[in-house]
């Protein structure tokens, strides 16, 4: 069974820098790999999708990267800003594409 | 990107009673559906999968008699909580997956917050 852990479970930084959040997963026969921003009480908005055979996506000031063989990804946010608190979610979708598994989140915390 | 709809967005209830939850495709035909259920400050967890015309397949420990759910049609999705109780108070999200888009792609909803009384 796919079991997704995310590092760290909260995370409170000042305006401006630059930080790096973690996903691991258990078994990397993955289709892909997906990061989810969910504001309190609120749905998930997509941020970025990996494909398997993908290293990276960027959009904007986010970067994630993909290594599969190691079971890792990371999501790397620049000059951070107030607006980008939130919780971060990282999900894999299995080969069948019939099961999105979730991380447990990080919660950020940017302050002004 | 397809947008996912829910309603209610929020619904409070009494213990007992049942709720009904939509969750529509507007902008594309979902052949399968999920719902996910979220407890405060947990994460999202599978409830049942659904494809269009054919019975849910419920995940180990979601009891499929008490949500009940229906997918009739590629657009719309129900999940119907029967005999509602407390402890089924939580978050409910639903996405859909198409045709379109990155193969394999789930499109979420905004959620509805149950609460039952």
């Known amino acids: 069974k796919q079991e997704v852990t995310q590092i760290p479970a909260a995370l409170s930084v000042p305006e401006g820098e630059n930080l790096v959040l973690n996903c691991s997963f258990t078994?990397?026969?993955?289709?892909?790999l997906q990061w989810f921003r969910q504001d309190p009480g609120k749905g998930l908005t997509s941020l970025l999708l990996?494909?398997?055979?993908?290293r990276e996506q960027t959009s904007g000031r986010l970067n994630a990267s993909l290594d599969k063989s190691s079971g890792r990804s990371t999501l790397y946010i620049a000059a951070s800003q107030p607006g980008d608190s939130a919780t971060y979610l990282c999900?894999?979708?299995?080969?069948?594409?019939?099961?999105?598994?979730f991380g447990g989140g990080t919660r950020l915390m940017v302050k002004p | 990107g397809a947008v996912v709809s829910q309603h209610p967005s929020w619904v409070i209830c009494k213990s007992g009673t049942s709720v009904k939850i939509e969750c529509r495709s507007l902008d594309f035909q979902a052949t399968t559906m999920f719902w996910y259920r979220q407890f405060p400050k947990q994460s999202l967890m599978l409830m049942a999968t659904?494809?269009?015309?054919?019975?849910?397949?419920?995940e180990q420990g979601v009891e499929k008699d008490k949500f009940l759910i229906n997918h009739a049609s590629l657009t719309l999705s129900t999940l119907t909580v029967t005999s509602a109780h407390p402890e089924d108070s939580s978050f409910y999200i639903c996405s859909g997956q198409g045709t379109g888009g990155f193969k394999y792609e789930q499109y979420f909803g905004p959620g509805t917050r149950l609460t039952v009384t």
């Open positions: 999900a894999v979708m299995n080969n069948a594409g019939n099961m999105l598994t």
């Open positions: 659904s494809n269009e015309g054919s019975k849910a397949t419920y």
């Open positions: 990996i494909q398997s055979s993908q």
């Open positions: 078994d990397s026969a993955i289709y892909n």
